[in-house]
């Protein structure tokens, strides 16, 4: 609990902008993985599809079946707000952070005929699943979080979240944690 309660420290202290880079980040959420959720026991250290295509996380569940996840920065911007629609739509980095994930979905499909991958990385390959680790120093307010939510159900195999949401979920979970321990 005490391990956790520090990565729940770091994790807000990265939201407030004390990171050097990506790398960085998808360091220390390699290490807490658990802030994903408890479905994830490990990580793939082996993110290489091909020569292109280099995932930042991929996660295996319990079953051994993996998924991507695409770190991003948590200051990259989410939305812009339509004025004249009064509605939200995507930045472009968002837009192509949607892109690159459905693409490595794609390139993990494809390469799950492949015994070779699965065998050496001791995984599973079906039907993978896309997270997308996304911007938002600042909470959503209430007309973003719809939109995120509407988004998010319009994807098939692919969710957004925000810096907040992962942080909400790892408070979730420690304070899950906290009450049994009591």
């Given at each position: 609990?005490?391990?956790?309660?520090?990565?729940?420290?770091?994790?807000?202290?990265?939201?407030?902008?004390?990171?050097?880079?990506?790398?960085?980040?998808?360091?220390?959420?390699?290490?807490?993985?658990?802030?994903?959720?408890?479905?994830?026991?490990h990580?793939?250290?082996?993110?290489?599809?091909?020569?292109?295509?280099?995932?930042?996380?991929?996660?295996?569940?319990?079953?051994?079946?993996?998924?991507?996840?695409?770190?991003?920065?948590?200051?990259?911007?989410?939305f812009?707000?339509?004025?004249?629609?009064?509605?939200?739509?995507?930045?472009?980095?968002?837009?192509?952070?949607?892109?690159?994930?459905?693409?490595?979905?794609?390139?993990?499909?494809?390469?799950?005929?492949?015994?070779?991958?699965?065998?050496?990385?001791?995984?599973?390959?079906?039907?993978?699943?896309?997270?997308?680790?996304?911007?938002?120093?600042?909470?959503?307010?209430?007309?973003?979080?719809?939109?995120?939510?509407?988004?998010?159900?319009?994807?098939?195999?692919?969710?957004?979240?925000?810096?907040?949401?992962?942080?909400?979920?790892?408070?979730?979970?420690?304070?899950?944690?906290?009450s049994?321990?009591?």
């Amino acid at each position: 609990v005490q391990k956790m309660e520090l990565a729940v420290a770091r994790l807000e202290a990265i939201i407030n902008g004390d990171f050097e880079n990506e790398v960085e980040i998808q360091k220390f959420l390699k290490e807490n993985i658990w802030m994903f959720g408890n479905d994830y026991v490990h990580i793939v250290e082996n993110g290489k599809i091909n020569a292109r295509n280099i995932l930042d996380m991929v996660p295996q569940d319990f079953e051994s079946y993996i998924d991507v996840i695409e770190v991003k920065l948590p200051t990259e911007k989410l939305f812009h707000f339509d004025e004249s629609h009064k509605n939200y739509y995507c930045s472009s980095k968002l837009t192509k952070a949607t892109a690159q994930t459905q693409n490595y979905i794609y390139e993990l499909e494809g390469i799950s005929q492949s015994e070779e991958y699965q065998r050496d990385n001791n995984c599973k390959i079906v039907r993978p699943k896309g997270i997308i680790l996304f911007g938002s120093v600042e909470p959503l307010n209430e007309d973003e979080k719809r939109y995120i939510r509407i988004l998010n159900s319009s994807y098939h195999n692919l969710q957004i979240i925000t810096y907040q949401q992962l942080l909400e979920k790892a408070k979730n979970t420690l304070a899950i944690l906290k009450s049994k321990d009591r």
